[in-house]
């Protein structure tokens, strides 16, 4: 299950269709080293998102 603290990083490799719902928070730089080092939480804060309307979209994504 994926979690505030999950980093992203670590949810794109192993749910690489989960893109589309960072992208759509904002996070349009995936790919950068830094982006992907961060916990979710840490990247809603920086995007101003909803951290919890994010895991649970993820969670419902891949079936967790």
């Known amino acids: 299950m994926i979690s505030k603290e999950s980093i992203i990083g670590d ?3 192993r749910y ?3 893109a589309p ?3 759509g928070m904002g996070m349009h730089c995936l790919g ?3 982006s992907r080092g961060e916990s979710i939480e840490e990247a809603c804060m920086i995007h101003g998102a909803d951290a919890d309307a994010l895991v649970k979209a993820i969670n ?3 079936g967790a």
């Open 11 to 13: 949810v794109l490799d």
């Open 16 to 18: 690489p269709e989960t």
């Open 21 to 23: 719902l960072f992208l």
């Open 32 to 34: 950068c080293p830094a």
């Open 60 to 62: 419902d994504a891949v």
